[in-house]
């Protein structure tokens, strides 16, 4: 039997900025997200259980630990780019055209994925009230 077991209330702190919204959002500015995970699969008749809810905990918190109090940009940005202040400069750069919050998600979903080697949904908020919602794979294109 199908079922989706998850986890609630991960959280980690990054910068970004985004130029689809506003001039105010193209400024380098921080967010704490947080994450919400579920995983699918088959109940295992041995263990009763789809999954762990251990193992979704520690890889969750192994695959956060890249992007928490990072500034994380697109990939293609990230040739010149230059921090430079009284401060450590860690950036994270994703493979993805733009630094949203939606491509963040997809990036997480699809590092669970790879990780758990299950069906994932992810649920990331940007703050307390805005999110988005990503299932990886989503069984259309394969991603």
Known sequence: MRMKVGVEGFTFDSAHY???????????HGHTFRLDVEVEGNVDPQTGMVIDFGLVKSVTMEVLEDYDHKVIIPKRESEGLVLSGPFLGRVK????????TEYLALDIARKLHERLDAKVRVKLYEGNRSYVIVEYPDGKDGS
């Open 93 to 100: 750069t994703i493979d993805y055209p733009e630094a949203t």
């Open 18 to 28: 985004t130029k689809g919204s506003s001039e105010k959002c193209m400024n380098l």
